[in-house]
């Protein structure tokens, strides 16, 4: 690997993840040691859910046309967008995730509750 980031670690310290850099330049999480979906870009942060049950993190993708970013939550990928914010990912208190999604001059508001 090109860079390797430092531990993180669930509320509840059981579980923990990583990002590294492979060396064409692609991000790349491993949790629980399990090497999870590779992207262009992830983060800037992963966030567990208060449970530690749920992984959750914003991605970049490059597109034909232009580039894709979009909320990932345990490995199953959500809409793509121009932009979505905030790419800082955070759980509410009853494990769903808010944010708000960019395209075709129109933003979304979306609420997401992970699939247990």
Not at 65 to 73: E, G, K, Y
Not at 84 to 112: C, L, W
Request: charged content about 30%; hydrophobic content about 35%; glycine content about 6%.
């Amino acid at each position: 690997y090109k860079n390797v980031g430092e531990f993180i670690f669930s509320p509840n310290s059981k579980r923990t993840c990583i990002l590294v850099e492979t060396k064409d330049g692609k991000s790349k999480w491993f949790f629980d040691g399990k090497e999870f979906n590779k992207y262009e870009l992830m983060g800037p942060n992963i966030e567990f859910s208060p449970d530690s049950k749920n992984i959750a993190y914003g991605a970049f993708q490059k597109g034909d046309i232009m580039h894709q970013r979009f909320l990932v939550i345990n490995d199953q990928e959500f809409e793509k967008f121009n932009n979505i914010y905030p790419m800082k990912i955070k759980f509410q208190e009853d494990g769903s995730i808010i944010y708000y999604a960019f395209r075709d001059n129109k933003f979304y508001r979306f609420t997401v509750c992970p699939i247990m």
